[in-house]
């Protein structure tokens, strides 16, 4: 592929003196003196390229023409990530700083959004009608659960059959593969808590596969797609049975949570999972909405009242309770106030702002944590007063520091107990018994408190009592005097019983990891002042990640806590589908940007980026930046490049796109730039002018960085015409 595109280098956007198009136009068609030119991934000295680099007298614009449509264009040696199939582009280049524009909106048409929040752990949907927005309905209440749960969601576990295909999801898959006999199981494909999988994937593609618990594997878009069109098919029932004329194929938004420190591969695996579902089309892709979910926590926390919060700062009552027993007491109070109003499965929400935010001030800033199943989340946003808006103040953070971090300390201290290989060896022949073990620790689990004095007791399945005895020839209960210190001895009921040191010893790790980056956060420039952290996410219930932040950050602000918080993103993102707009600025995690070419200049550029054609001086792979990393980039506002096909009658125009963690860049072949996507412009046929100073066909590539994903759209400047544009992140 080569070079099929071409442009001069003319300043636009905010922060300069904007040229009218017109102006623009006339300098490249008679530049005097002649602009600097720029040429993005265009091979240097030394290299073996199979193409022509010629100045076109009649345009007076240095063109790059190959033979044919696609034909290959080397990338130089260092280049990250290019395995010679990039199309090198020259790209008219703006200001570093995006520009506001008027988008046009289009009337809104649909009757009902409905929010899915997918989730490592457990997972559900709500939705809430257009012209009743007050009214927040969650999902029909889940068959199934544990005692002592509230299943207000189901858990994010699918079981397909032995030959792929899809069997149940929920708790219905949970307890159909409990009870298959265990060699049965082994075929069956179980999967739980696969969610993480994408954030921790680096090289995440359409082709990435996920393994069952048996150890065999299925592709991951297959699996979300199952997973995303079971709550499809749920929630269109539950709507058709209370709105039998709903016209499902355009009455519907749907919005899909995830965390906000995915980066863009993951946002596009999850839209294309949900074409494959088909909960919306392709050609519609506006009826398809991705939220982050701490932005969708802290838009639902601006329309609660004060009865709805929990203050984990306040003092606690003169009754000789320790402050910790207070909090953990009133947590739990709201929580089963909470499950006995549940029947109508309806929220309604403030027309306006909750009382708490009514007494914020323009400027006030809070943290919402979103602390999940397998990440934790930061965001920092700032109030923008009167129109009630929210602005991010530092980019999204976090880690994998969910709660399933507590669930690998436990399965680290059974291998500890009772040996590495054994458990492996029982996770791989008694799948079903596994997962029975580790529903009987989640329960132990949500028990956890600080200052919990008695142990805490995890059954344990018979099948692995007797599968142990077989295999080591003693008992557990040996095993257990032999190697745990005291810490958790056998009940006579087959039971483990936990000491609370133990369970401490558990959490310890993770929410240590989850202080340890809010204080880091806390240290920011740009986040000093804060007035509140909001703990949300279904970890968020633990009194011992309560009782661990309200300890290090209650001097600093005050921590709060929803009644409902594990329903609080769900909840947000129902709203953030009927008004997409809220958040009005957000943070860049990246530095976005091209690879081109400026003119060589010396002292400054090395000698081996230099580049001599047509007896001028070039220098190669400079880093042209569309966007900066933590740079506000306001909803609405695009980054502008015009490119021009290099030939009559070309097709396609593709673009590399190139990212970085820092702001310092200033080569694609820095340390820590990669290439992470691509942009493809595909071009209508056209009758091409006779005058050959009218042939130029300026295509106008328009890019969003203020929205929850990387959006592009273009125009043919000629005709006035859109021009099939595409961004993709999956294909490198």
Known sequence: MGLDCWTDRQPVGMGSKRTPWSEQLRAVRNPDPAPERTFADVPGPGRNVKMSTFLDPGMHTLQIGTNGESSQTPSPPSSPGMHHESFS?????????????????????????????????????????????EAIHMMRKWEGGDPGVANQKTPTSLLLTPEGAFHSFGYTARDYYHDLDPEEARDWLYFEKFKMKIHSTSDLTMKTELEAVNGNKVQALEVFAHALRFFKQHAVQELKDQCPSLQEKDAIRWVITVPAIWKQPA??????????????????????????????????????????LIDLSCKPLANGLAPELSIDSSFRQAREQLRRSRH???????????????????????????????????????IEQPQGTLKELYKASGGPYGAVG?????????????????????KAKRPAA???????????????????????????????????????????????KRSSGN?????????????SEAMNDLFQPTVSQIIRHIDDLLKKPDVKGIKFLFLVGGFAESAMLQHAVQSAFGSLCRVIIPQDVGLTILKGAVLFGLDPTI?????????????????????????????????????????????????????????????????????????????????DVVYITDPGVRKCGTISLELDEVDEPSSPKSRRREIRAS???????????????????TVRAAIDFLSN
């Open 89 to 133: 582009i020259a790209p008219l280049t703006p200001s570093q700083s995006p520009r506001n524009e008027a988008r046009a909106q289009r009337p809104t048409s649909f009757s009902v959004v409905v929010a899915i929040d997918f989730g490592t752990t457990s997972s559900g949907y709500a939705f809430s009608f257009s012209n009743d927005p």
């Open 267 to 308: 946002k596009q695996f999850m839209r294309e999972a949900a074409y494959k579902a088909g909960l919306v089309s392709p050609a519609n892709p506006e009826q398809l909405l991705i939220a982050l979910e701490p932005e969708a926590a802290s838009i639902y926390c601006r329309k609660l009242r004060l009865n709805q």
């Open 344 to 382: 109508s499965r309806t929220f309604l929400v403030e027309s306006g702002v909750g009382e708490l935010w009514a007494e914020m001030q323009a400027g006030d800033r809070y943290i919402v944590a979103d602390c999940g199943g397998g990440t934790v989340d930061l965001t920092v946003h700032q």
């Open 406 to 426: 507590v669930d690998l300390a436990f399965e680290t201290l059974l291998g500890q107990i009772f040996g590495e290989d054994f458990i492996a060896t029982f």
């Open 434 to 480: 596994w997962v029975d073990l580790t529903i009987a620790f989640e329960a132990r689990k949500r028990a956890a408190a600080p200052f919990r004095s008695n142990p805490l007791n995890v059954s344990l399945p018979f099948s692995f009592i007797d599968f142990y005895r077989r295999h080591r020839g003693q008992n557990v209960e040996t095993a257990l």
């Open 487 to 499: 810490v958790v001895k056998w009940s006579s009921q087959g039971m483990l019983r936990m000491s």
């Open 583 to 663: 958040v009005r600025v957000r943070r860049s995690p990246l530095t976005y940007g091209v690879g081109v070419l400026n003119k060589f200049v010396e002292g400054k550029h090395p000698k081996e980026k230099l580049l001599v054609k047509e007896g001028k001086n070039w220098c190669t792979d400079i880093f042209e930046k569309f966007v900066s990393v933590d740079q506000s980039v306001a909803l609405g506002e695009v980054v502008q490049r015009s490119y021009c096909p290099a030939r009559v009658g070309q097709r396609k125009i593709i673009i590399n796109i190139y990212c970085c963690a820092t702001d």
């Open 703 to 721: 890019m969003q960085f203020g929205d929850t994903e990387l959006k592009v759209a273009a125009m043919d400047v000629r005709t006035s015409k």
